[in-house]
């Protein structure tokens, strides 16, 4: 488990579990998860970004559960499983579409109800006109629906899948595989001819410890530097 720095660009490990090849990826970052939360109580994952692995209803429901807002892309093995039966037609994103067939706008997600507010794209000024707006809504604020994820965790995430904020935590998935990356390649483990899972663990957890101290060493800089620039204005 990987959690991204924004501020040094850095990608610090947090939790390490050495398994077996054959055990799916969708079990282990769930054991792995919950570890991690029973390692760091005082810690607050508020998402948890994963590959298509981890599209299944149980994962949903549990990351839920824990108040953690699932960033997982749908995977397409799974198309038309849904478990949504309401009448408002939604989209492969899980987007509420509107009477003239337009992605509705996300308006913000409801935490004291469980609930994602969509208003109308006309009304937001998404769209310049609307051949709907008469038979729609005679409001103003234009028509609202709500989507919980209780309907279907899959669909109505906390989140919106294809929303800009969606877009730019998805892109941190990586961080994952450039620890692995480091770990293999930078620290040469993937050359080492460590045998026995005892000792491949000692040295993972070296090398992210290493990874730790470049992170200090990088935040060390960029406190220096910070504190140049200051002396600097002052100076000026």
């Not at 390490?16 to 939360?37: M, N, Q």
């Not at 308006?107 to 038979?135: E, H, L, Q």
């Not at 028509?143 to 919980?148: A, E, G, M």
Request: charged share 30%.
């Amino acid at each position: 488990m990987v959690t991204y720095n924004e501020e040094l660009k850095s990608d610090i490990p947090i939790y390490l579990r050495l398994v077996e090849a054959p055990r799916y990826d969708g079990v282990t970052a769930i054991v792995a998860l919950s570890e991690a939360r029973a390692l760091y109580p005082d810690f607050v994952f508020d998402k948890f970004i994963g590959d298509c692995a981890h599209d299944n209803h149980p994962t949903y429901h549990l990351l839920n559960k824990w108040n953690i807002k699932p960033i997982i892309p749908l995977n397409k093995k799974n198309k038309g499983k849904s478990q949504y039966q309401g009448t408002v037609k939604i989209n492969e994103n899980g987007i509420p579409v509107c009477m003239a067939g337009l992605p509705m706008v996300y308006n913000g997600f409801m935490k004291d109800r469980n609930r994602i507010k969509w208003r109308c794209p006309f009304a937001t000024g998404k769209v310049d006109s609307c051949n709907c707006k008469d038979k729609c809504s005679s409001s103003d604020y234009g028509r609202t629906i709500y989507t919980k994820p209780s309907f279907d965790p899959r669909l109505f995430t906390a989140i919106p899948r294809g929303s800009d904020e969606w877009k730019e935590e998805m892109r941190k998935r990586t961080s994952s595989e450039r620890v692995n990356k480091r770990l293999l390649n930078d620290y040469e483990l993937e050359l080492s001819k460590t045998r026995g899972k005892k000792r491949w663990s000692f040295w993972i957890m070296i090398h992210s410890i290493n990874i730790h101290l470049d992170a200090r060493l990088k935040k060390s800089k960029f406190n220096f530097i910070s504190m140049l620039d200051g002396l600097l204005d002052r100076a000026a």
